[in-house]
């Protein structure tokens, strides 16, 4: 048997291995843990990409853990959508990674350094794995490692504030916990089963003797990932968690942590609970109508905020809303859009928090009205920002133009023509915001700590400009991810 | 046909873009190279476009596809005479306009941006009429409008800024229009190419979505009412061979695309049967009216000039309503008149400004005396714009009410004789009060006023020649063209 083979096990195993010896190479060697850190991160992603490739050429598989054939042993499926998600979450992990390796001494104490990558790494492994389980008890272990490495990095900096920002998200995500773990419960309960292909087998059967049981289970589990994923209205938490921490965590938790979620959700609704069921609850619109809020308050709310960081986490809560809108339409076009948004939306979002941790980086200003100036002295942030901008709006040749086209499509496809035009009124709001930064940054002139902002390392402005084209590459040359990503939602439509 | 000239397209949009980084690079060693680059681009551009003569006039249309962004969703080139005729046109203006900017821009700031912003416009703009499909034609519009940007708030001043601000929410209103009106058609029809059999087939509540979608998002920069209401801030603001493009060529960009829809997308049958053309003649009329009444209340030379650029796309809009040859001869044609009258005006308004710093037209008496070359290019233009016989602004009126009365609507006539009057009432005084009006201030502080330097004066006597020119001369390149494009539209050859 070669490595190969435990691929999948591995590029979860190694970072959570890792994760552990993190604060022993940080206490060794100054700058070991970073290096080992990003080389651990690169193996996932290697490995997530090694994987695409054997999904795309030879289809999906699964992989037994310890060798226990399942219902017992747990059971990792490799499909389009899990790779999807793995090389998302990597990918962009690693790249943020890079950026956090200079940004971090910065904004932490350095006895704490150690301790980031520890969490840090028990995130992405946490987030590859609720990609690839195929064991509902399974994604609840991850789900919980996540949402506890997701609250230490929120509130590592130990300021009041973040503090504050962490308990109001672990609180809320204890109870999203405790909702998911009752709804596996009940699920347990009237199945038997814990791995998703079995309980998508027994639940028609239990539908027809328990259906309260499944109903519940089903709500309990659209709260419980709705808090987590931060989807309108259970989306309280998630300005001030996103706004306080470091800029690396920022970047990680709005681009790569909620949208793990959604993926995990996707799952459950699309490939355990049975068709029949959405006829009888109306599950799918109060999805629909959840999104539809999401996307205009998540906007609006965006407008009148005054800290940069805090106008970026608003703008998550509209964008997640994109998100479920394309789940919740019901539409292969338009849940094309909504699988490729995760992808999109990572970067972009990743990106222009990036960028406004080196403002703040360089001149300390966080305040959007004193940012003006700042493409003058900081072009490369300022231009990565404006990308970012363009792609929020759906400007063409940006990423962000192709995920909207997809959704718009099938907004009109499935004779919901309504939506189009939220995804459009919702571009208009992310103009109105977005855009008035971008012009007062090139288009005035700079004052105080603005004019004379400290020389960014290149380790920050690096993945910056990586994302920047990333998001222009993908905008002009989406077929690079469009395979996986239609595959990804014709094989839950059954095609 | 070879090879070579299927890639003349291509050609012609990416020169002017590698221009632009090769501009930024330069611009940095030596100003003087950044002028001679931006002037040779331009020159450059323009002779490749006509180039295509002799092909688009054997009647071939020249076809490239350069990659395919999503399935049926690409960016593909395709020049017919249509798009010939108003690429020859834009890439003239512009050469010009390049020409002028060198003594005009000399003193002022922000050079380094203005040259390749205006050479990258070019190149958006040229793609804009090569377009192959809807989606081209969107990319280019939306790269167009966005980066005209920088050019309405060149000033930075907080009236440019406030100006700026409005332009830039409306394109995005109307850029997500269109999105919305290209997705729709693509839903229906399964692909957005231009120039094979009309796109949408019947009338639908989603095809009447979609006419609307298109009729928001060209209008809105063809600067029909309501949706006017960015220009008369934006244009004024802006450098004045940045106006001169403004208004004499962007705008047209908005005409073009309805013309494209009109024609391409919708089809003349489904146009007629469906009746929605008389919405666009509404909004038309009272863009006409509304435009030329307001101009007359403003004292601003050049916000004068913003707001007769909105009446007279009133008469490019109504022109495409009523949809008989002779109309639309008459339409396309005044496309040519006004762009070339219009840039006249605000070259010459320009070099006013540069020269004596006053843009109130009350200060301007006496001004024919001290620029008379300036003020002639000026008289001209203005004279072709109110539709005075030899010049091509009455050429293009006559073809329209020629047009109109052939579809029976004599009503259509009176309001261009009526807009005519008022904008000879918005014009004359100009003209009077330069040549025979006294000097206001001239008591108090005497300065010595010198004619503008010759490489601004050139390109406003071409301009205003060409105004008198092409409504006089028995061979009329502009004229021929616009009779055939017209043709082609209608019955797809000519």
Redesign the interface.
Known sequence: MSAATHLPALVIVVPLFFAYLMPLFARWREGWSTVTALGVLAFSFAGSLVMAWQVMAYGPFSYQMGNWPPPWGIELYIDYLAVFAALTMTGVGLIILVYASKDLPHELKPHLLGWYYTLYLLLMASMVGMALTNDIFNLFVFVEICAIAACGIISIKGSGECLEAAFKYLVLSALGSGCLLLAIALIYMVTGHLNFTFIAQALPEAMRLYPNNILAALALLLVGIGVKAALFPLHVWLPDAHSSAPSPSSAVLSGLVIKIYAVALLRLLYQVFPASLFEVTPVMTILLWMSTLAIVVGSMFAIVQEDIKKMLAYSSVAQIGYVFLGFALLDVSALMGGILHIFNHAMMKAMLFLAAGAFIYSTGVRKLSDLVGIGRTMPIPTIAFTIGAMAM?????TNGF?S??YL??GA??GEQ?FF??VI?LS??LN??YY??IV?NAF??EPHGAVAEPKRLPPQMQVPLAVLGFACLLFG????LI?GLVSRASQALFGL | MGMATSFLPVWIVMFPMVMTLVIFYVEHHSEKMRNALAVATSVVTFLSVLVLYPYIMAGSIIEYNMFQLLPNLGISFRVDILGFSLALLSSFVWMLVTIYSIDYMCKEHGCNRYYPVLIFTLASCMGIFMAGDLFTLFVFFELMSLISYVLVVHEESVEALRAGYKYLIMTIIGGLALFFGIIITFELAGSVSLGGPALITETSSLAFFAFISFLIGFGMKAGMFPLHVWLPDAHPVAPSPASALLSGIMLKTGAYGLLRVIFHVFGLELMQQSGWMVILAAVAIITILLGSAVAITQDDLKRRLAYSSVGQMGYILLGMSIMTERALIGDIFHIFSHALMKSTLFLAAGAIILKTGKRSIRELGGIGRQMPFTMTGFTLAALAMIGIPPFNGFLSKWTLSLGALDAGLPFYVLLLLFSSLLSGLYYLPIIIAAFFGPELGAEHEYVKINEAPYKMLIPIAILAVTSLLFGLLPINLPFDLSRMAAKYLLKGDF
């Open positions: 709006v759906g400007i063409p040749l192709i909207k086209w718009v499509l009109i496809h023509p189009a035009g459009l571009s208009l103009g109105i855009l008035p012009v288009f005035s002009v040359a989406p077929s469009m």
